[in-house]
């Protein structure tokens, strides 16, 4: 056994929301440990990183997700009793319900609604006017998602909508204005959700039985209870919010074009081959290589069961302990030049569950790894196909990538200025 090195005496909380990317590798990098113990939140915590230790962070016999993450975010982004919270058999039961809706052909689906929605956004864009196309991307995967979840949303309330489901995602990880945003619209949503919930079983509305409407309603707890509506309700906003932060992918795609010539050639050459609908073969190589490139979600949290051993260290009971999903992304024993933005190392070197960690790590049917992946690689493969074969030009901009941000973003949210109608 070896002590933790660091220490939880300061706490470290302002640092970590300064660089809250790069905060947990530096402290890794300065102590020389892939454990480091540290204070956050007020609160002791211990940060992890590295592929070994993501599979060690996964085993739900000494970890659990109860009270894991700070009441902040599950005010805001995840809201109460849904998913992220659960463990063991419990977990396993309710992951299904999201795993379940994953099916390829539901995939290309969404892929293709959002394809449209983009080309009916682009038809409307002024020539010549600037567009942001964070804003643009927010509102066509709101009124996606929204079609193929079941969930009606009539015209008035799109741009509603669009707003509170982006103040989820956007505010949680903020401090003051914008993460109050996201309390009042995690309130909002809340309401919305569950009552679609209660009007789907009251027979009002009639979402096919392979939608996300359909299977939060109907989805019943292992003892063969439905839920109640409002964690029903939570639950279908796990797949509308998340898939409207998309647009954040989205946006560092767009950047990513603009940035790699090479990558848009590369990506154009495809398109024009398959019309635009294909899938696999090098845009989706670029998708995988954005989600490993640019930072999202900066790392996940659990806690000790009892005091345990990690990686030889030992970690109180009870303890949070942080997994670094950016730090394991950029890890350059295990991704050379990690800095470089590169979409073949992925035909070269392929991937595995613990060493390429965007959007969480291990089994995403037996872990808390993210189900929507197929979804996200799906439709930044599709808007990428689009945006080549669009005509615009990238006016002048500060469009470098704001690091101090959660989530990061291009600090111009990618402003093009379109030179004709999409094709
Ligand atoms: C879980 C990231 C898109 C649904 C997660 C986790 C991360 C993540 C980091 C937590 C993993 C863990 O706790 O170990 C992202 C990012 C996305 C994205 C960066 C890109 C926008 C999606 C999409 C969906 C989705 C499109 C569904 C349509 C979920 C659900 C969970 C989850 C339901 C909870 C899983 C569980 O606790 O078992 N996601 N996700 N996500 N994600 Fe995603
Ligand atoms: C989702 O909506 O579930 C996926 C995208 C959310 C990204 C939000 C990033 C900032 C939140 C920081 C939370 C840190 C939790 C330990």
């Not at 000494?62 to 009270?67: G, N």
């Not at 949503?189 to 309603?217: K, Q, Y």
């Not at 940035?259 to 670029?286: I, K, M, Q, S």
């Amino acid at each position: 056994m070896e002590p933790t090195p660091g220490g939880t005496a300061l706490d470290r909380t302002l640092a970590a929301l300064r660089d809250p990317y790069r905060f947990i590798g530096r402290a890794v990098r300065r102590h020389g440990s892939p454990v480091v113990a540290t204070r956050l939140l007020l609160a002791p915590a211990v940060c992890v990183t590295g592929p070994a230790a993501a599979a060690e962070f996964q085993d739900d016999t000494h970890f659990t997700r109860h009270r894991a993450v700070p009441p902040r975010v599950v005010r805001t982004l995840f809201g109460k009793g849904g998913v992220q919270g659960l463990d063991g058999a419990e977990h396993r039961h309710r992951k299904a319900l999201f795993v379940d809706l994953m099916g390829a052909d539901r995939v290309a689906e969404l892929a293709a609604l959002v394809d449209r929605e983009l080309v009916r956004a682009a038809r409307s864009w002024p020539v010549g006017e600037p567009v942001v196309l964070y804003d643009a991307f927010r509102a066509v995967l709101t009124r996606a998602v929204c079609a193929w979840a079941g969930v009606p949303l009539p015209t008035v309330d799109a741009e509603r909508r669009t707003r509170e489901l982006t103040a989820l995602f956007d505010g949680a990880g903020a401090v003051g204005p914008r993460h109050w945003r996201a309390r009042l619209a995690r309130r909002a949503a809340d309401r919305w959700a569950a009552d679609v919930v209660r009007r789907v079983r009251a027979g009002r509305i009639t979402p096919p039985e392979d939608t996300a409407a359909h299977a939060a309603a109907w989805h019943r707890a292992p003892d063969g209870a439905l839920l109640p509506p409002h964690t029903a309700g939570v639950e279908l906003l796990n797949v509308l919010r998340p898939t409207v932060a998309v647009a954040v992918y989205l946006a560092f795609a767009a950047h990513a074009l603009h940035h790699h010539p090479r990558c848009a050639r590369a990506v154009g050459d495809e398109a024009a081959a398959d019309g635009g609908n294909g899938t696999g073969g090098y845009t989706e190589l670029f998708a995988q290589e954005v989600r490993r490139h640019y930072p999202f979600f900066p790392a996940v949290a659990a806690r000790a069961r009892f005091d345990l051993l990690f990686q030889g260290h030992p970690v109180k009971r009870g303890r949070r302990v942080l997994l670094d999903l950016y730090g394991i992304n950029h890890d350059p024993r295990r991704w050379g030049d990690p800095e470089e933005f590169r979409p073949e190392r992925f035909a070269e070197a392929g991937w595995d569950l613990y060493g390429f960690v965007p959007q969480g790590a291990g089994d995403p049917s037996t872990g808390h790894r993210c189900p929507g992946e197929p979804i996200t690689v799906a439709l930044i493969a599709a808007v990428a196909r689009r945006l080549v074969r669009m005509r615009y030009e990238v006016p002048e901009q500060d469009d470098t990538v704001d690091m101090a941000r959660l989530p990061a973003l291009p600090r111009s949210g990618c402003v093009i200025r379109p030179l004709g109608p999409p094709p």
